[in-house]
Each structure stands twice: as structure tokens, then as C-alpha cells.
């Protein structure tokens, strides 16, 4: 089978309620000859992202005062996570990263 265009391209379903939701989508992807299907936490997505903003504040990667530049780093970053299809594990592991950080910085300053 030849690598399609379509391999390239993948569908979320944010905690979807029923399974029944998930058979649908599977059933219509494949329909139309897609297959990259992912499923997410959405309260684990907006965790890790609170994380994420509040890592990145000690750092100062985002300058004080510029709300602007703080709501674009932190939608880019939400569309990132949303789309990379993260495992549960991978998840927590980068929310433990951002813990580690934080720690370390907070004993150091």
C-alpha cells in the first residue's frame, strides 16, 4: 500500500462520552480512508498546559507585563499538545519535568 496524504492527517475526539462516539468516528475515518484516530484527556491536557505556563513564568521565557506574547505562547503551545496525541504516561512525565523545574528554581532563587 502506498503512502496516501491521508496517513499525514489525525482525528482527536476530546473525551469523548460514549463509545459508541468512538465507533462512529472510527467507522466514517475509515469510510473516507482515513486511519489516524487519537483519543484525549482533556483535564490532563489542561493540567499539563497550567504547568507548562507556570514552568515557563519562573524560567521568564515569557517577559513580564506582555500578556500578549503570554496568551500566543500558551495557545501555540495548547494546539502542540492537543495535536501531538500524547500518551497518558507522556502526559504525566512532562508534568513531572515542569515539577522538577519548578522545585529546583524555587530553591534556588
Not at 502506498?2 to 492527517?9: F, R
Not at 503551545?77 to 507522556?90: P, V
Request: hydrophobic letters at 40%; proline letters at 4%; aromatic letters at 6%.
Amino acid at each position: 500500500m502506498n503512502p496516501s496524504w491521508k496517513d499525514n492527517v489525525s482525528f482527536i475526539l476530546v473525551e469523548p462520552q460514549e463509545p459508541r462516539n468512538i465507533w462512529a468516528a472510527a467507522r466514517a475515518l475509515q469510510n473516507m480512508g482515513f486511519r489516524n484516530l487519537e483519543l484525549v484527556n482533556h483535564e490532563k491536557v489542561i493540567s499539563l498546559n497550567e504547568k507548562i505556563a507556570s514552568t515557563l513564568k519562573l524560567l521568564e521565557y515569557i517577559p513580564r507585563g506582555d500578556r500578549d506574547l503570554e496568551k500566543k505562547i500558551m495557545k501555540n503551545l495548547k494546539h502542540l499538545i492537543g495535536r501531538s496525541g500524547l500518551t497518558e504516561w507522556e502526559l504525566n512525565m512532562i508534568c513531572g519535568i515542569c515539577a522538577r523545574i519548578e522545585k529546583k528554581l524555587r530553591k534556588s532563587g
